[in-house]
């Protein structure tokens, strides 16, 4: 059982991070349950990279998610207080936000 776990689970490098992503956004989990969960399962060497490498995955999908923000003419002027004005756009957003997935 244990050579299983750590053919999948064992190697950081192999590790898709959406797992931890979708763990930490859930509103039942957060990062203190991702930290305790690693730290319960992994030699705590292991299991501070891993936090390391989670966060930082967190931190860049931020850093992009902020990026795509600034670069929509549509959402930075509706934060700025202008009237939401959809011009047909929105379909095209939708329309490539699954173009990319």
Known sequence: MKLM???YWGNFDNTNMLIYVKAVMDLQYKMRW??????GVYPEFEANCLIEKI??????????YEYLLSQ????????KGEPF??????Q???????DDA
């Open 34 to 39: 991702v930290k305790w969960m690693m730290e």
């Open 92 to 98: 095209d957003l939708m329309d490539a936000m699954y």
């Open 5 to 7: 776990f750590y053919k």
């Open 72 to 79: 929509d003419p549509v959402v930075s002027s509706h934060e």
């Open 85 to 90: 004005k959809d011009n047909g756009k929105k």
């Open 55 to 64: 966060t930082s995955t967190l931190d860049r999908l931020f850093a992009h």
